[in-house]
């Protein structure tokens, strides 16, 4: 197209040829001449209550589907409010466009009002920060927007649009729509990981990063199945492989199964597909020696610069999920696998350690139980939604992920991340059963979403396990300062009331029987539902109450006293 058009009409013309078809935004006057443009434009938008809930949104569709998600905010505060999404995106290589407005060209420099530098502020947060001072150069820079965002490890890019270069009138030709590259294994590099997993004793295969299809999802469950490879899933990464398949074993999570530590500390082999293995799933970077693992470690991963970051490969292997699994396919055992009883075990230690009916928690609501109901009643690719609390563990451990595109959890470990997480997805499927899992810290953080959901009529579920405190935050203060409890406690509304008044279905659940009549109301009522869940607070993780915590702390202190 080269008749003239705004620089407004120019990005949305953009976004559309990239294949865009869902927006979220909180609007600003900086951007006017976009919002014009999209008046006229098949892209859905959904205007949401605060910036940090629209890049979470964003975030979570870029998840879900592989293309970036896209954001717009305003400039100064609306840009640091979406910087929660923008981490978020960093952090877990999610693709993410954030466009925002910037002031305009001829008074930038003086601090004009809610001016900010978006190179500065976004510069180690972002893969990339580009300003687009020149409205010809609209499709040049959007386009290559879209290829660093998804090329490589996908992150999040941040577009500053000078509101006057919004306005102008210009003659400019479109781009085409990006293509994503996929990368390949070399032969030699495949045969080599096949002669290692068949000299190996006790290999293990761990999974994690993005940029996974549920193709390459089950090519690589065809390629364990026939090597019998014990699967374990990295750090809020288990919509990778099925909780069902007989080889999976179990994720690297925050208070990880202790006897599937021992099996990967004792693996003399480790094919790291896909993740990066930091802090989380490292377990503080003490699982693997670095620089150099005692295990090998093949390491496969779609960004050259990862291979050999942190962890010196025995082989690296630079390729994405979908070439390496490609390439998996020909790859056949010449021998029985020697470890297919040690699969088994560890298959069995991981049932065993997922089991419901093993735990027992204080006061009347039982989370087991709750989990259990889940697992019955729920379709099996529900999606699940969280962001940063304890109470994840319940849906971490307990629910059996066998779905891909079904898990939105941040491996930044952010919280508010849940509620928006949900309704980004319920707006991009709404087909699908969406169930978030909050605390009652967490949930407030972006509480104000639950507001979107109703405007939209987004049934999603919203679980809130409330404790009355930021209890992981306690947790450790017992556990480092027994006794000392400091800045932690909530006084919370009734988030019952709080769903109706909204708009919205609430339920108050106080004990095990409540929860299941409670969520088929919620299921059947059609709109976006709250159970407030009470949960006692000594029940502060499935194996050990918070009495038992500050207990074992003083112990400590006193062992070390005498
Ligand atoms: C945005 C953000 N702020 C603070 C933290 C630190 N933090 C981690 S968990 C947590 C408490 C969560 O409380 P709640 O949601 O009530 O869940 P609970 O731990 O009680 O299950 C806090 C404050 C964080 N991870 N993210």
Redesign the pocket.
């Known amino acids: 197209m080269t008749t003239s058009r705004t620089g407004g009409q120019i990005l949305v013309d953009q976004l559309t040829i990239h294949g865009v078809e869902q927006l979220f935004c909180v609007p600003g006057e900086s951007f006017l001449a976009v919002l014009d443009a999209l008046h006229d434009a098949t892209v859905a938008v959904t205007v949401c209550r605060q910036e940090g809930g629209a890049a979470m949104m964003a975030e979570a569709q870029g998840k879900l589907t592989g293309k970036p998600g896209i954001c717009f905010v305003t400039r100064g505060p609306g840009a640091t409010n979406a910087s929660?999404g923008i981490h978020i995106a960093h952090q877990d290589s999610t693709p993410m466009l954030l466009f925002v407005g910037q002031v305009a060209r001829d008074m930038m420099g003086r601090e004009a009002f809610q001016e900010l530098d978006y190179g500065a502020v976004f510069g180690t947060m972002a893969k990339w920060v580009v300003q687009i001072d020149d409205a010809k150069r609209i499709p040049e820079l959007v386009s290559r927007a879209f290829h660093v965002a998804t090329s490589g490890r996908p992150g999040p890019v941040v577009i500053a649009l000078p509101e006057d270069m919004l306005t102008d009138v210009v003659e400019t030709i479109d781009a085409l729509p990006y293509a994503v590259t996929e990368t390949s294994p070399s032969l030699s590099a495949m045969a080599e990981l096949q002669q290692r997993i068949e000299s190996a004793e006790r290999p293990v295969a761990i999974l994690g990063g993005s940029r996974w299809t549920d193709a390459a999802v089950q090519q690589f469950a065809a390629f364990v199945e026939r090597f019998s490879l014990p699967v374990y899933c990295s750090f809020r990464r288990q919509m990778l492989f099925s909780s069902n398949h007989p080889c999976y074993c179990g994720d690297l999570g925050i208070g990880a199964n202790p006897k599937l530590l021992a099996r990967i500390r004792n693996a003399d082999l480790v094919l790291l597909m896909g993740g990066r293995m930091s802090e989380m799933p490292s377990q503080s970077y003490e699982l693997f020696e670095i620089p150099t693992p005692r295990q090998q470690l093949v390491h496969v991963h779609v960004d050259a610069d990862e291979l050999g970051k942190i962890y010196r490969a025995s082989l690296p292997i630079h390729a994405s999920p979908q070439g390496f699994t490609a390439a998996l396919t020909a790859m056949r055992p010449s021998d029985t696998p020697r470890w297919i009883a040690k699969t088994r075990e560890a298959r069995a230690e991981f049932l065993t350690w997922s089991d419901t009916t093993r735990i027992r928690i204080p006061g009347p609501l039982q989370m087991g139980e709750v989990m259990a109901h889940l697992r019955e009643v729920l379709p099996a690719d529900t999606i699940f939604c969280n962001?940063?609390?304890?109470?994840a563990t319940w849906v971490h451990r307990f629910w059996p992920f066998r779905a891909f595109a079904s898990q939105l959890a941040p491996t930044s470990?952010?919280?508010?991340y849940g509620l928006p997480a949900g309704v980004g997805a319920k707006r991009l499927w709404p087909e699908r059963e969406v169930v978030v899992f909050?605390?009652?810290?967490?949930?407030m953080?972006h509480g104000q979403e639950f507001a979107t959901a109703v405007q939209y009529d987004l049934p999603i579920i919203v679980v809130l396990?409330d404790?009355a405190?930021?209890?992981?935050?306690r947790m450790h203060q017992e556990r480092t300062y027994p006794g000392r409890v400091s800045a932690t406690k909530?006084k919370n509304p009734d988030f019952r009331g709080y769903a109706v008044i909204f708009g919205g279905h609430g339920e108050r659940v106080e004990t095990t029987e409540e929860f299941g009549p409670a969520l088929a109301r919620a299921r059947a009522s059609g709109k976006p539902s709250i159970l407030h869940c009470l949960l006692d607070p000594e029940a502060i993780t499935p194996g050990a109450s918070l009495t038992q915590i500050r207990d074992a702390a003083f112990a400590r202190t006193e062992a070390k006293a005498n």
Do not use: K
């Not at 470990?413 to 508010?416: L, P």
């Not at 909050?438 to 949930?443: E, Q």
């Open positions: 929660a962001g940063a609390g304890n109470f470990g952010s919280m508010g909050a605390g009652d810290g967490d949930f953080m396990l404790n405190m930021y209890g992981t935050i909530l």
